[in-house]
């Protein structure tokens, strides 16, 4: 074959680097090239705080109120939820304790109008925005689906494949703005969550649309048994902003009044045009990652031990008290009430379930499809089945 007179690279010779003045000038940037200052996109170098802080003098006496009972209602849910696991009621929980403060300033920031995305971790997120508790629980009670109407509660299902919560939020704030809807979507993710692809995806979909989406990742230390040094080597989870474009905040995950004060501007951001942030709320996993994992397997009680003195409720319960907005009979009077919650919700979950297996078949897609037809068929006769076989042996239907 003729050889090409086409000069052929040599990738070993290095070409010495022309003078400055010998290169041709660079080309303007082209015009879809944004110019974006990263600085004041970077997260502030330690989390921001509010308890105990100057900060603390300007937040809203009756807010905080509210956001102690909220946490208060929040530890109890949380213990009743993992006692019923104990007694079989609740498949799996996996505990927000520790995490209270996340939950429920979350909850407690968005308007009716908006949207919040939770993870399986965050049911009790969706009880604070006033799910039915036990609609709540539902999906981790292994029933079916969701147990809830996203629609009434403007509540997504609690998503278990991680991070997939996210480009759903995105797609839907998006969506808002081309209608010209007033609609903010928060979404939860864990710290194991944004190393996801769908993370990125919604992450870099979210900032070049400037979509009315704010991201709430709960650092809490763990995805599993995987603490956060083996999970990702970035500064702070935070940083992961700044390379889609879209400021990332710092916040203190025990300090309700903070985690309230950042999600509350990040919303109003969203809310006025300023496009999506990241908070990453650090924070703590005091329960193990659900009642079926053993965390003496992969962490120290003195670890533990460190966190619960650090405790969400606590931190708020001597803020308040220091400032005399809190005395001995409103602590009781809140005790109690959340009492009041776990007894109502034990005695709902300890009622057994009346459900239609053929249930499984609804809302899976809009119109079925011819499997989905074959495989309602199938245990439709099975189900039948069983029924005649329990009636000829005098059994009761065992459904
Ligand atoms: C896509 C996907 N991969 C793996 C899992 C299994 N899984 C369930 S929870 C979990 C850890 C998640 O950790 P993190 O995001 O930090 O959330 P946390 O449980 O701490 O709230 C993993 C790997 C899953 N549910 N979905
Ligand atoms: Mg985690």
């Not at 802080?53 to 909220?70: C, I, V």
């Not at 209602?73 to 209270?100: D, H, I, K, M």
């Not at 509540?155 to 010209?180: C, F, N, Y």
């Not at 950042?262 to 919303?267: F, R």
């Amino acid at each position: 074959m003729k050889k090409s007179s086409t000069p052929v690279r040599d990738p070993a010779r290095k070409t010495p680097p022309a003078d400055a003045a010998d290169r041709a000038p660079a080309p303007a940037p082209p015009p879809w090239q944004v110019a974006t200052d990263p600085a004041p996109l970077l997260p502030d170098e330690r989390p921001f705080r509010v308890l105990g802080t100057p900060a603390e003098a300007a937040a809203d006496p009756a807010l905080l109120l509210r956001l102690y009972a909220d946490l208060v209602r929040g530890r109890r849910f949380n213990t009743q939820a993992t006692a019923l696991t104990r007694q079989g009621r609740l498949a799996v929980y996996p505990s927000s304790a520790g995490q209270e403060a996340c939950e429920v300033a979350a909850a407690a920031v968005l308007a009716d109008r908006d949207w919040l995305f939770p993870s399986y971790r965050d049911s009790l997120a969706a009880v604070a925005r006033g799910v039915d508790p036990v609609e709540a629980l539902t999906l981790l009670r292994g029933d079916r689906h969701t147990g809830y109407d996203p629609y009434r509660y403007r509540v997504a299902p609690l998503s278990t494949p991680l991070a997939t919560q996210l480009p759903h939020a995105v797609g839907l704030a998006h969506a808002a703005r081309i209608k010209g809807d007033d609609v903010v979507a928060l979404a939860l993710v864990g710290d194991g969550g944004t190393s996801e692809g769908d993370f990125h995806e919604a992450m870099n979909f979210a900032a070049v649309w400037r979509a009315p989406v704010v991201f709430l990742v709960q650092n809490n230390g763990f995805a599993i048994s995987v603490p956060l040094a083996k999970q990702s080597a970035a500064p702070t989870l935070a940083h992961k902003a700044v390379g889609y474009g879209m400021p990332g905040r710092l916040v203190d995950g025990n300090d309700v009044a903070a985690v309230h004060t950042v999600l509350d501007e990040a919303l109003r951001r969203a809310r006025t045009g300023g496009g999506p942030t990241l908070v990453e709320a650090v924070t703590y996993r005091v329960d193990a990652h659900t009642n079926a994992d053993d965390a003496t397997r992969y962490r120290d009680d003195e670890e533990v031990e460190a966190w619960r003195a650090y405790d969400p409720v606590r931190l708020l319960e001597a803020a308040l008290r220091g400032r005399g907005l809190l005395d001995d009979g409103e602590v009781a009077r809140v005790a109690a009430d959340a009492e009041d919650m776990a007894a109502r919700l034990r005695e709902r979950m300890n009622t057994d379930p009346v459900l239609d297996p053929m249930d499984l078949f609804a809302q899976v897609y809009a119109e079925r499809t011819d499997q989905l037809e074959e495989q309602a068929r199938l245990l439709r006769a099975e189900l039948d089945a069983e029924a005649g076989a329990a009636g000829t042996s005098g059994r009761e239907d065992a459904r």
